[in-house]
């Protein structure tokens, strides 16, 4: 029983049971890109052929710099199936940036969309790839002395053999986007991603199946979409990429055409489809039926509800880069459905229990926190798709000496094992010596009518050590009062729990992910002169 | 990435997030018995460290002899979490028969339930166990010399920690039933167990979940009832287990009071099902929105279509010991749904298409044959759970010089990967030179409605080399005549497809798993006297 865990045996089963599943991708002039697995298939074998004839040895990485779409799919699976590994860097970082990961994983093969090449002009002198590969999606000329991707398919004579791979092997590999300090490169395992992918597939995880039409919104090029296109490809889903075109009308125009049953996204994706959908009612039918999968921040409860309405069904996960990544995923245990509605909608709001074979614990600074929903802790996991190290750095104090991943993130577990996560240890805002949790108050604010998106952070405050703060952006046409927000608030917290500031700006500063970039917040807002006297814990 | 995929962790993941799940079993005195994971766990548990007390040492077999209920559970985790193999002995051999197995494996324990002492009582001066525990399910005195199962939990203090384990050490072993020749034991590792419980939870495979309600009535003593217990306690399933009361009336008592979801087993209990809800019909809808797993043998088109009636849908699906045992299972592609009714359940009869990770192919004389719903071959497979060898028996012809396990079935595929079993290479009949599927023409004749239950085997013909000969039970009240039942199939089967003779009695030999014993009645008919003359393959 020693058959080994391989995506080369999900790309051979793929095409040989799913010939005819379709795979569609928007093209950057907005077209629809269409062909089925079998082309896909050939296509992912010729090019690990042609990467093999090119010189490609077990173990080196190929660098990616592309959008969701059917190229990147290809090299999703045929350069782990020529023994190299699946390097997908992250186009929305700085060009310095991309250029120190690209070096630090020694890349020998980039293969970059014509379309993202003015991004690679910006940093082609600072890396070193031997050998750029150019996919012509939008019919430009392939720049002098790089490749043509389509000829370097050529290039295979069609009779290719997998190589002998060890399941624990490395397939690919993400840095994570790391809202500080250096990026920190994850290596993942064939082993490792095939057990995902399998999680994934399960009815209790994200039950993705040949029913499904899949569409990732999440990008390629960070934590592998979730992993969705591996497991998707397994089990011969339907395919519907994007592209760069990720705004709420070209999702909407591929969920009418396409009939898409399974979608994911950052919150940021989903409060812009609901914007859209809520002055559109006529289209609202469209996501009838369908799943859309939620993590990157806590999804607030509003939404979740708003999507109730439109009968899409917003599924709330938890994990990093670190974790495959998906770690936790939260449905309702049976008889939960008998709840009270309000009860129902907590439960939905947390992030979930862990998904099988990945083991997690709470840790407060008095050891094993208690599954009480109150004790917070930082949470940590282990497991077959948990990293153990971080590409060739030295194993730092991320993990715990009995070996468990730190994930940096703080929450509350309750007693059915569901997970709500109340901050980033960083984020957390110390007030009088107790905590309060940024994200409660910020899912609280967004609940409000004139609210779009909220930051909350702690700022040093000369008597309570620190303040909340909340920064806020209105929804276009609105306006609320700090007076207004304070009494809205005043029902679910107590005072001391209350921003005792509220500042209204344009927009908020994200990370290239989609997260708020709360270090930048509270950069910004570091001299902060206080009005409010604050309040001691307990008032 | 290095964590190890064990039994432990599924046992442990159920403790931790499902206490409160329910596990029913069915008592002798037809009583329910009723306690919760946390019960099981907690049980399971101590099993374990009283095993590890009582000298079990790493990879020591451990046997047990009991029907479907809660204790046989708890040794479906506890042996394995000692690092102990659990050992099913299948009650249904012949006392000797289960005595060699027993002596082969080396068996060091035996844990037996009361009721079936007098059955080892049977093998015992020829068994070699060194200790025997008695549960005592019926109240009974626990016999002398033997130890009572609930005083042997108690020897364990409770502070068990699992051992660590190498997931390719062995869990749990079973004896092929065979028609013929030696029983020969396969060996499962842990993670193969663990792997084929993550495909179980798969929504294309048996979508097994935590909202389910499952009822296994293949029985735990013969290939891990299908691998469900495993995979149910991994998702938290709530399990319902019939004991040794397998009749129809008391499994839909068990539908009605604890409303099962999903069930399975081999054709005769769904065909006995049948029968008694047809009778009944306002019991009918007690099925209604639940999934039925079928295998053992082919499911009659009739039988899938009478559950449909009753809103149960029949899942086909195929595999053996050897594959742990899933490999196949049959669910429709999307697009099929729109196909003709009739078309439809052709396919719903096929064994379905190999479940991700089982490599599959079909060899016939010439070498590998095509998937064109025609050519006829050995069904071929390989995966992380098929087994590479027997236990403790020199490798043998049943594997290929390059690694693959043959089946011994005989089926054609389709262009979309659909898998159907026409025979065991030893039941096909050879008739003219061209071979004859029994199994197709049972599947017609099952389908009069005069028949019960049909064997079509190859007899012995001068002319033909052989000819087949239909052996039929009729139902109850009913009669039909030799020329009805040749009108009858002559619309469906080519004249020399038909059989030459047609015999009516009581009752069909069976294995002990429910398959039809051909070996038996290839015996019974040898010498059979053919008035018919028979057609030349054409005619």
């Known amino acids: ?225 979730w992993g969705i296109p591996f497991s998707a490809v397994m089990m011969g889903s339907k395919l519907v990429f994007p592209g760069r075109c990720v705004d709420a009308e070209s999702l909407l125009e591929l969920w009418a055409s396409e009939r898409v049953t399974l979608s994911g996204g950052v919150p940021t994706v989903w409060l812009a489809l609901a914007e859209v959908l809520e002055g559109s009612p006529e289209r609202q039918s469209l996501l009838k039926g369908s799943r859309g999968l939620i993590a990157g921040s806590a999804a607030p409860e509003s939404l979740i509800r708003k999507f109730d309405g439109f009968g899409l069904r917003l599924i709330q996960l938890w994990g990093l880069t670190e974790t495959t990544p998906a770690a936790t995923v939260s449905h309702l245990k049976p008889g939960m459905d008998a709840w009270p509605e309000d009860k129902r909608y907590e439960v939905r709001t947390r992030q979930g229990i862990p998904i099988p074979f990945v083991e997690l614990r709470s840790m407060s600074d008095d050891g094993l926190a208690p599954w009480d929903d109150k004790t917070l802790g930082e949470i940590q996991v282990r497991g077959p798709w948990v990293a153990a190290s971080y590409f060739q750095l030295p194993t730092d104090d991320k993990w715990t000496d009995d070996g468990w991943f730190r994930t940096g993130d703080v929450a509350q577990v309750d007693a059915e094992g569901y997970v709500k996560i109340a901050d980033r240890t960083k984020d957390l805002i110390k007030s009088g010596g107790e905590w309060i949790s940024s994200v409660d108050v910020e899912n609280a604010l967004v609940a409000h009518p004139a609210i779009r998106e909220a930051a909350v952070i702690g700022v040093p405050h000369p008597k309570w050590q620190e303040r909340p703060l909340a920064v806020l952006v209105l929804r276009p046409g609105n306006t609320v009062t700090e007076g207004e927000l304070r009494r809205f608030l005043e029902s679910r917290f107590a005072k001391w729990q209350l921003p005792d500031g509220f500042v209204f700006v344009d927009e908020l500063p994200h990370t290239s992910t989609g997260k708020l970039l709360k270090t930048e917040l509270r950069r910004r807002y570091q001299d902060w002169e206080w009005k409010h006297p604050g309040h001691a814990p307990g008032e």
């Open 1 to 225: 029983m020693q058959f080994p865990l391989t995506l080369s045996a999900i790309l051979e089963r793929a095409g040989t049971l799913f010939p005819n599943v379709e795979i569609v991708s928007r093209l950057p002039d907005r077209s629809l890109h269409r062909y089925r697995y079998a082309d896909f298939y050939r296509r992912a074998r010729a090019l690990a052929e042609a990467l093999v004839r090119a010189g490609l040895q077990p173990g080196d990485r190929v660098a990616t710099l592309m959008w969701n779409q059917y190229v990147h799919l290809e090299c999703y699976f045929g350069i782990p199936a020529a023994g190299g590994i699946l390097h997908t860097l992250n186009l929305r970082l700085h060009p310095d940036e991309i250029a120190f990961i690209a070096n630090h994983a020694k890349d020998r093969f980039l293969i970059v969309e014509d379309t993202l090449w003015p991004l690679y002009e910006q940093f082609r002198e600072k890396a070193h790839f031997e050998q750029v590969i150019v996919v012509p999606m939008s019919n430009r000329t392939v720049p002098a002395g790089s490749t043509d991707y389509e000829q370097f398919l050529q290039t295979a004579p069609g009779d290719f053999r997998y190589p002998e791979l060890d399941e624990n092997s490395g397939a690919a590999m993400c840095y994570t986007s790391g809202t500080t300090g250096q990026p920190k490169g994850v290596l993942y395992s064939h082993r490792a991603l095939v057990l995902h992918s399998f999680a994934l597939a399960m009815t209790d995880v994200f039950a993705i199946s040949q029913q499904d039409v899949a569409m990732p919104v999440m990008p390629m090029f960070h934590a592998n979409a």
